[in-house]
């Protein structure tokens, strides 16, 4: 082989090498550029639907075993159908690391409401609870009775009760905006937590 074949033989090498590496980086470039675009897409849909949590360690921590799980306001809301009392069920939710939940916007509000619409049982806990003419508390004892007020069906409405104490719970036979109600603290229904 003489020294111009040999010379020939490693320009074409490195071209073809050259070609080989500028597909590559290509590819790589069009792959991340997707992918980009696709989780991109991801954020705009969820700032259009009222979920402006940014997301990704919030979605990985709020991975729980439940039925339904909603993102809203940078919180994560899910719905367990296990029937407890009000007590047991925050106590279920701190286990979860969150608490019952205390919405306190017309979003989270939205969220609580889509969440027993879609429910196998017909209510379930939240954080909030006083007498038949208020004040209303959540559980930290912050008074909730403002935001509480669109919300609340009427007291003539609920069950009969040896107490004038009840704790509330949303009420799926309801309609909106009116779909919460009190109910004995020792009854037993499903419940949605936050974190």
Not at 72 to 78: E, I, L, R, T
Not at 85 to 100: F, M, Q, S, Y
């Amino acid at each position: 082989m003489s020294e111009t074949q040999a010379s020939s033989k490693v320009l074409r090498w490195v071209v073809g090498f050259q070609t080989v590496t500028v597909l590559a980086l290509v590819i790589i470039i069009v792959t991340v550029t997707v992918l980009f675009g696709l989780k991109l897409n991801d954020l705009e849909g969820r700032q259009e639907n009222g979920d402006d949590s940014s997301g990704s360690t919030n979605e990985q921590e709020c991975q729980w075993e439940s039925e339904l799980t909603r993102y809203v306001d940078g919180k994560c809301y899910f719905r367990l159908s296990t029937r407890m009392n009000w007590t047991e069920a925050d106590a279920e939710c701190v286990l979860r690391k969150g608490r019952l939940t205390s919405p306190r916007n017309e979003a989270q509000w939205r969220v609580i409401y889509q969440l027993i619409s879609t429910a196998p049982t017909n209510s379930a806990w939240i954080a909030f609870s006083g007498s038949r003419s208020g004040p209303w508390q959540d559980i930290a004892g912050d008074d909730v009775t403002e935001t509480l007020a669109p919300h609340l069906s009427s007291p003539d409405e609920w069950p009969v009760e040896d107490s004038d104490h009840f704790c509330l719970n949303v009420y799926k036979l309801d309609t909106w905006p009116e779909f919460v109600r009190g109910h004995r603290c020792s009854s037993t229904t499903a419940f949605i937590c936050e974190k």
